[in-house]
C-alpha cells in the first residue's frame, strides 16, 4: 500500500511509471478549466481469429482502455462527479462502436490524501454501463478508482475491482 509519506505527486510518477509499459500516456502540467487531471492514458488491443490465410477471417475483437488519472488534496463529491463527468465525456469521444469493437472501460482515477464520506460512498456506488446496438458493436463500462495517502486505502467501484489489484501491485513494487 502506499507509504503515507510519499506525496501525491510520487504515487502518481509510480502509478504512470506502472501504466508506461501498456498504455500511451500524455501528461498535463496546467490546465484551462480548472481540473485536477494529470495524465491521460490510453490502451488498445486488436486481436483476430483465422483460418490458413489472413483473409479468411473468423472474428476480431478491439478492446480500449481509457485512464484519467486526478490528484487533489481532499476528495470531495462535487470534484468526484465533475471530474467523472468529464472522464466520461471525453472517453466516449473516443470510443467508436463498429463492428469488431468488444469493449471500452472509462476510468477515472483519483489520488488524494483524504476523501470525504460522500465522495468515498459516490465513487463505490458509481454504475455507468453502455452497450452499442444490443452489444453487437460492443459496450462500455465505467471504473472508478481512489488511492487514498490517509489510512493507506484503495477504493472502487464493482466494475473497477481488477484496477485496484493493478493499483496496489504497482503502489507495492
Same mark, same amino acid.
Given at each position: ?8 505527486? @510520487?504515487?502518481? !510518477?509510480?502509478?504512470?511509471? /506502472? #501504466?508506461?509499459?501498456?498504455?500511451? +500516456? ?5 490546465? @484551462? ?13 486488436? &486481436? ?7 483473409? %479468411? ?5 478491439? &478492446?480500449? @482502455?481509457?485512464? #484519467? +488519472? ?5 476528495? *470531495?463529491?462535487?470534484?468526484? !462527479? ?5 472522464? #466520461?465525456?471525453? /472517453?466516449?469521444? $473516443? ?7 468488444? #469493449? &471500452?472501460?472509462? =476510468?477515472?482515477?483519483? +489520488?488524494?490524501? =483524504?476523501? =470525504?464520506?460522500?465522495?468515498?460512498? %459516490?465513487?463505490?456506488?458509481?454504475? +455507468? ?5 444490443? &452489444? ?7 471504473? *472508478? %478508482?481512489?488511492?487514498?495517502?490517509? /489510512?493507506?486505502?484503495?477504493? =472502487?467501484?464493482?466494475? /473497477? ?9 504497482? $503502489?507495492?513494487?
Amino acid at each position: 500500500m502506499p507509504d503515507q509519506k510519499q506525496t501525491r505527486e @510520487e504515487l502518481l !510518477e509510480r502509478m504512470l511509471k /506502472g #501504466y508506461q509499459a501498456y498504455f500511451d +500516456i500524455e501528461r498535463y502540467e496546467e490546465r @484551462e478549466d480548472d481540473l485536477p487531471l494529470m495524465a491521460h492514458c490510453r490502451f488498445y488491443v486488436h &486481436s483476430e481469429k483465422y483460418v490458413l490465410v489472413k483473409k %479468411a477471417k473468423l472474428w476480431d475483437a478491439d &478492446s480500449n @482502455e481509457y485512464v #484519467y +488519472i486526478f490528484s487533489v488534496p481532499e476528495l *470531495t463529491k462535487e470534484i468526484f !462527479e465533475r471530474c467523472k463527468d468529464y472522464a #466520461y465525456e471525453e /472517453g466516449m469521444k $473516443l470510443i467508436d462502436p463498429k463492428p469488431g469493437h468488444m #469493449y &471500452s472501460y472509462i =476510468t477515472p482515477v483519483f +489520488i488524494c490524501d =483524504t476523501c =470525504t464520506k460522500e465522495a468515498e460512498k %459516490a465513487l463505490m456506488r458509481c454504475r +455507468i454501463y453502455k452497450s452499442f446496438h444490443f &452489444s453487437w458493436y460492443g459496450w462500455m463500462n465505467v471504473h *472508478t %478508482a481512489a488511492v487514498i495517502r490517509k /489510512g493507506n486505502r484503495v477504493i =472502487t467501484n464493482r466494475m /473497477g475491482r481488477g484496477n485496484a489489484k493493478f493499483m496496489k501491485n504497482i $503502489l507495492n513494487s
